[in-house]
């Protein structure tokens, strides 16, 4: 045939067909797959909190009908080896296996996969003897199995397999041999010792990172500390933020999250409003950092001194609270660096140095950094003394400003860096960006980040967000700290809702996510704006502020009070339980949290409508929470105060905004309650 080349009569002897293996064992034929959880297929950590269990699924099978068993190895910080659980079949080859993390760092786990000879075995017999068979050679390789395990065993469990052989040996019939053989005891003694030779592992480890509880449930206050004193038009300082501790305590609060409390620049300083001449008095923006007195390293004179600082923090732990900084990282034109390290910001061509820009905004009282200059090692390593300085006075806890402003690769680096000597400390990232950008610096290592929270307000999309935070794989990586405001963002829900708006949105941040924060002046429902814009109008981000904290209308007890609630309601402290139903109103929203055995379970309504009552029918999942369709529950309303006997899943509610714009209700089963319980 034309084109085609003919075999020769001595091909096969000039071509001789040879091939190397590259294996000195015969791999193992046995397949993990779609492992969970996995962040990026292990490229970064898996985040949970001390105390959680870690559930570990993957698809593991080989070829054939041989057994396999299968163990999730897990390695907790500072233990020099691996411990084991073992891992049970599921279903269409899924396994499972599961653990607890105890101890406060990084972690890591993976999967050991081996043939399970003597559970091939047993399979083997059970069928046979069901069939009627002769089954004398089988028991013959059932002997040889437990005698190959005897190498491996403890003196305990070598002695037990010796017993169990030697009755099995001397029994009068195959039938009770088989018997012996295949008990529940010999099971487990030779499951204990099996033989692995065969395994399958994964390539590498899927490491995990453990944080305190604290970075899924806390609740945080922000404050700008020189506005906590009493006398107009002066800072207020370290020691008159003591006297502001019981009240803070008091709603409930855990952390106390400071604005940046270093030195203020003086060159192009903002005045009120954000004018761009600042008059006599003004005392600027904490966040153009660097003077005279100091940088990130040195607190703004007028705020006290480092003791104060630390008597602060001392007292702060004394009322249950903990104080979190602010770590922005700028520069004012009069910071120290400006001095003596110019090559670490953006020099224009005319050698003069570029101030940061967001157009149209402009803020000439600021440098950015640049984070690749030739020098950037330098810079690196001085943002690490500086975070760990604040760590030396008891700071555990940090609100990152604009980390996406700044390359990834260095947060993956500084938070491991700190971690290695301080595994508890916290980052939240402040990132009002691109959601895969929000994304990548969760799984660089920040423990919390800022959401779009701020900006949902209808049902529809406060329920894709939610599911999308909570249900899917961002679950395993991005813990949202839902913010109801900040000193930046004023949204138009509060600056036309009114008190309603106050109240149900902060009930939303509270229980739609384990942890939540809120900006002084919340309490008091401020929402004096910059027309037309989500700003606040004489903003203390520009002048200092002296604030009535008891003046009427405030929502202080009703925000202690939620947070009372929260802390007595483990439901309430998980943040990827939470579970969305019907509710026939698209004003009125209904979602339930429910501890992992339905021995807490809570339920929220909420109309999200500030100026008109709602009313409607609503399906609770009954099935989900362990309540049956005819079992009577009692709903305690821990808000209000009043109680409903409930059958069936499907119930009635009415929300009046300016009476009960939220309801939190704690289910229970009437088996659980007794009739004083129930106040009609």
């Known amino acids: 045939m034309i084109g085609q080349r003919q075999p020769t009569a001595t091909s096969k002897a000039e071509t001789p067909l040879r091939v190397e293996i590259p294996f000195d064992t015969p791999p193992s034929s046995i397949l993990i ?75 890591a786990y993976t999967i050991l996969a081996y043939p399970d000879r003597f559970e091939s075995w047993r399979d083997e017999v059970r069928k046979k003897l069901d ?82 509880v604290a970075a899924r449930f806390a609740a945080w206050y922000e404050l700008f500390p020189r506005s906590a004193g009493t006398v ?3 800072s207020a300082t370290f020691r008159d933020v003591i006297a502001q501790l019981p009240r803070i305590r008091d709603m409930g609060f855990d952390v106390l999250y400071f604005t940046p409390i270093h030195p203020i620049g003086r060159t192009h300083r903002k005045g009120r409003n954000n004018s761009l001449i600042a008059q006599p008095g003004d005392p600027g923006v904490p966040y153009a950092i660097g003077s005279e007195e100091g940088g990130h390293d040195a607190i703004e004179p007028g705020l006290g001194t480092f003791e104060d600082f ?31 390290h110019p090559e670490w910001f953006f020099i224009r061509p005319d050698g003069t140095i570029k101030y940061a820009e967001n157009p149209p905004k402009k803020y000439e009282d600021i440098y950015p950094l640049n984070f690749q200059n030739p020098n950037w090692k330098e810079l690196w390593a001085e943002i690490y003394r500086i975070i760990m300085l604040w760590v030396q006075h008891g700071v555990r806890a940090f609100r990152v400003d604009n980390p996406h402003t700044k390359p990834t690769p260095f947060w993956e680096w500084l938070i491991a860096e700190v971690h290695k000597t301080h595994p508890d400390v916290i980052f939240l990232s402040e990132a009002f960006t691109r959601p895969k950008v929000m994304k990548a610096l969760a799984k660089a290592g920040f423990a919390q980040s800022y959401t779009y929270f701020t900006w949902r307000n209808f049902k529809r999309e406060i329920i894709e967000y939610l599911e999308e935070l909570t249900q899917t794989e961002m679950k395993e990586f991005f813990r949202g700290n839902f913010f109801a405001n900040t000193h930046d963002i004023l949204p138009y829900i509060l600056q036309e809702g009114g008190r309603p708006a106050f109240q149900f949105r902060v009930v939303l941040a509270a229980t739609l996510s384990s942890v939540y924060g809120i900006y002084s002046g919340y309490e008091l429902c401020e929402n004096t704006a910059v027309p037309g814009k989500e700003e606040y109008l004489n903003s203390e981000k520009y002048e200092y502020k002296v604030w009535d904290w008891d003046r009427p209308g405030n929502i202080s007890s009703y925000i202690g009070r939620l947070n009372q609630i929260r802390r007595e309601h483990p439901a309430l402290q998980e943040y990827d339980n939470l579970r969305f139903f019907e509710v026939q109103d698209d004003n009125l929203l209904g979602y339930v949290k429910a501890t992992p055995d339905n021995s807490d379970i809570v339920l929220m309504m909420v109309n999200l409508d500030p100026f008109q009552p709602h009313e409607a029918w609503f399906n609770i999942p009954l099935h989900e929470l362990g309540i049956a369709e005819d079992q009577p529950f009692v709903g305690h309303e821990l808000l209000g105060g009043q109680s409903f006997m409930w059958t069936g899943s499907w119930q009635h509610l009415r929300l009046d905004p300016h009476e009960n714009p939220a309801m939190i209700i704690h289910l229970t089963p009437w088996r659980q309650t007794s009739y004083s319980d129930v106040q009609t």
């Not at 985040?47 to 070829?63: N, T, Y």
């Not at 001392?314 to 120290?336: K, T």
Request: no cysteine; aromatic share 6%.
């Open 131 to 212: 069939a009627g068979l002769d089954i004398s050679s089988e028991l013959l390789e059932g002997y040889q199995i437990v005698e190959e395990t005897l190498g491996r065993a403890s003196t305990h469990d070598r002695e037990a397999l010796e017993r169990a052989l030697q009755q099995a040996r001397a029994a009068t019939d195959q039938a009770h041999a088989a018997e012996l053989m295949l008990s529940a005891e010999v099971q487990a003694l030779v499951r204990r010792n099996a033989n692995r030779e065969g395994a399958a592992t994964l390539d590498a480890p899927i490491p995990l990172y453990v944080d305190r």
């Open 33 to 107: 797959e779609d492992v969970r959880p996995a962040v990026d297929g292990g490229r970064y950590a898996v985040k949970r909190e001390v105390g959680d269990r870690v559930d570990v699924s993957a698809d593991i099978f080989r070829e054939g009908h041989e057994k396999i068993a299968a163990v999730v190895r897990y390695r907790q910080n500072g233990d020099d080896d691996w411990r084991e659980v073992p891992m049970s079949f599921v279903d269409n080859d899924r396994w499972q296996g599961s653990f607890t993390v105890t101890v406060v760092g990084p972690a």
């Open 232 to 234: 107009p038009g002066q």
């Open 310 to 340: 630390d008597a602060l923090v001392a007292a702060a732990r004394d009322h249950g609270l903990e104080i979190a900084l602010d770590i922005a990282l700028q520069a004012s034109p009069d910071h120290p660096w400006v001095r003596e």
